[in-house]
């Protein structure tokens, strides 16, 4: 399917020579596991080894290159003291200095009454000047190969800079020439090099000014990576057009009844994004609309609305939530309003089994069920609707583009209702969704109080543990969440696990723990006990947990949120935790618990932002801003897309232009069969669009 000549980018980094295992491992840390992630891991900074001064005049600290003579070597019998070689240019002598050189190696090296150039960083002691472990020593025959202006590349443990500088060169030989698939008008006007040539370009800087995002090689990377993004995004669409909608039009009856039923208002926000999607629903167009509303904002009750646009037409809706705890809760609060309109609403995850997964297959098949909540059960193959006419999907970057696509495929021209609580800058929203229709819900319910956030370093655990007690003294509930360690799910579990262990000796059995290796049943057992009010035998007011209790879960007598090592988390992560309390009547306060030995300055700016503000867009919008700045924390974690060249905070505009040149060209070239169609597909396959690849070829 890839194209052939994409082949040697799309090989184990271990293709390359001298790559073993071990430096696979390494490398796959550093930038990804084939060699075309190797190519997008740019170079940061760079080393000039053309500054070549006389040995007296170096500056201390500057990487400097000498010819120098080599005069004597003074090796080491103490095996603490180094290994030590004079030499000299016509301005002085210099040390080179080796703590446990092999002896053998520094003679070959630097043999006695030769010349040789040496280069590294000078430093001096005593006045005297010196150079520890050299960068590089060659002959003058060899000068030639010593590469003037070295990339310096962000580095992981384990990776020397040489192997990383090495490794990345044999990435770049491996390149193909490809068919140009910009603009030709469009690259002319910005004067940007061919793809290949962008591509060594960036990675061999000559100086400060090359590393810069704004240089044409810089740009046009960017705009590749953006283009495919776009592309992508623009062919899953052109694809939702294409297969004809339907008008549902409802009399409006249940919606009349829910409105009844509901013990509340609905918001204006509310109101305005149900009228919206309700349009959509009536079009006899595909609706495929994005519902972006901060937790706690009330998605629920638009997406229920929506769905009984639908079940009045007679059509059938389900709602697909990202986690099992979800679904379950989505459950609980749609189907006891639904029951009172008359409406069945099922449950389908992945631990509904045998007889009564059965009944509901036959039931979702036969029509008597109206509407079906669920996980990724919802789009297994045996699952069959009778008549699905909407599919909304919570929480929906959760999900792969394809997923999505399984479940409308399940029904004929479902209308798609995707949510989201993960408040996204504009900006951003155009990459991870295109564009797609968008409602805000941009307003809370009434009587939300704010929640009191505060950082308190650990050292005061102590006294942490102490308001938790007074606080669960006086009724209220807790959450715990732990640090994230690395991106393991093992060690994050270790945290948690020895959290929980320290603060049952003081809570006894009223707390619990959660964590992503938990069994369905096992999970929802404990949060059951936290969140119903419970006799007082079984029930939990402490729950600790790794971040599985990020989305949605909602239990309106939870009032404290703590968060250890808050210096880890992303902005957006640490917001959605934070919404998971404050949603009672009760006042509620947040605890960020931090290490401050080692804390970067991002992380005291993201503690900062959530003592500051507890609006979600601004927090998104600092998110990015941080991000911008070089912190690549909370990307993964929001489910955004990651780029690896394009950098928003500098490349904003050239999103723009992508989106309008990604129109324009499934405007012309719908299935790009074109010559720079064609040239097209081998970009979205070298930037892994796959999934709309396939959607072109299935037609
Ligand atoms: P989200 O999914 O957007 O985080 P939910 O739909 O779970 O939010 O709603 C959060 C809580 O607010 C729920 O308990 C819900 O019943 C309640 N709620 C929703 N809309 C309103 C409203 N208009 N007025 C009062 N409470 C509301
Ligand atoms: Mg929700």
Redesign the pocket.
Known sequence: MRPNVLNPLFASVTAIQGVGPRLGKLFEKLAGPQVVDLLWHLPTGIIDRRFAPKVMEAPDGAICTFTLRIHGHEPSSNPRRPYKVVASDDSGFIALVFFRGHEDYIRRALPEGETRVVSGRVEHFAGKPQMTHPDYIGTLDELESLQAVEPIYPLTAGLAPKVVRKTIRAALARVPALPEWQDAALKARRGWPDFRDALNAAHAPESEAELQPATPPRMRLAYDELLANQLALSVIRARYRKQAGRPMKGDGRMRAALRRALPFQLTGAQARAIGEIEADINAPTRMLRLLQGD?GSG??VVALFAMLGAIECGAQAALMAPTEI?ARQ?HATIAPLAQRIGLTVALLTGREKGKARDAVLAQLADGSIHAIVGTHALFQEDVAFKDLGLAVI??QHRFGVHQRLALAAKGRGVDVLV?T?TPIPRTLALTAYGDMEVSRLDEKPPGRKPIATRAVPIERLDEVIDAVARAMGAGNKVYWVCPLVEESEVSDLAAATERHALLAERFGPRIGLVHGRMKGAEKDAVMERFAGAGDMMGRCDLLVATTVIE??V?VPAATIMVIEHAERFGLAQMHQLRGRVGRGERPSTCLLLYQRQGMSEAAKARLNIMRETEDGFRIAEEDLRLRGAGELLGTRQSGLPEFRLANLEFHRELLAVAHDDSKLIMDRDPELNAERGKALRVLLYLFERDAAIKLLQSG
């Open positions: 937790v998605k629920t979800l989505h919570d929480e949510m609580a989305v949605g909602d």
